[in-house]
């Protein structure tokens, strides 16, 4: 990290892929479909974005919830993988509990401690978020927790950037933006936020001439934006 950047006053988190794991929904996958589990968890989550796009850029709303039940019955089919009524809800229900990356509690009790404000900023619907959140016990480490929900607009629409800086009463340059998502972390970089981009992959960056303020590998690199 050798980008020196003012110091951020808050920090909004992504949820999925950042906070919670979406892969995590794998296993399961994979004790219904032996084999495949971990291409039905990819394309699950591929599709989920697909519709977010593809629903912002048409004007044709549909809650985040909603649009991650059709994306799994679309890639089950596209798998042809036989999905039962009884799997679909395990596997949903999968989804309501995803696995935290186990940094979080330790990252965000530090932020806590050094006096930073902390949240979420997601696609999310605001019940499935307070569903992850509890269950993930970040309830009492995060000051907020933000849905796109209202704005009828998924990211990395500018609309849905903007929830953050309204909810914060900050200008984006103050707030710091992590993502995991590589596209997420570009569309807040192009929205004027401050940003991480968690590669925790390794994967390349956007062909798309822009790049995220810094690119760490874990949520440990958060720290390194605040003085301790």
Known sequence: MDKAVPTPRAVLFDAYGTLFDVYSVALAAEQLF???GERLAQRWR?????YTRLCSMSGRYQ?????????????AEQLRLTLSAEAEQRLLNEYRHLSAFP??????DELKRRGVRTGILSNGDPEMLALAVKSA????RLDLVLSVHATQRFKTDPAAYAVGTAALNLPAKDVLFVSSNGWDAIGATW?????LWVNRAGGPLERLGVEPTRTGRSLHDVLEFFPS
């Open 34 to 36: 032996p084999g495949a």
């Open 46 to 50: 591929d599709k989920q974005i697909d």
């Open 63 to 75: 809650p985040f919830w909603e649009l991650t039940r059709s994306a799994l019955q679309f890639s």
């Open 103 to 108: 940094e979080n509690h330790a990252v965000l």
């Open 137 to 140: 016990g970040l309830s009492d």
């Open 191 to 195: 929205f004027g936020f401050t940003t």
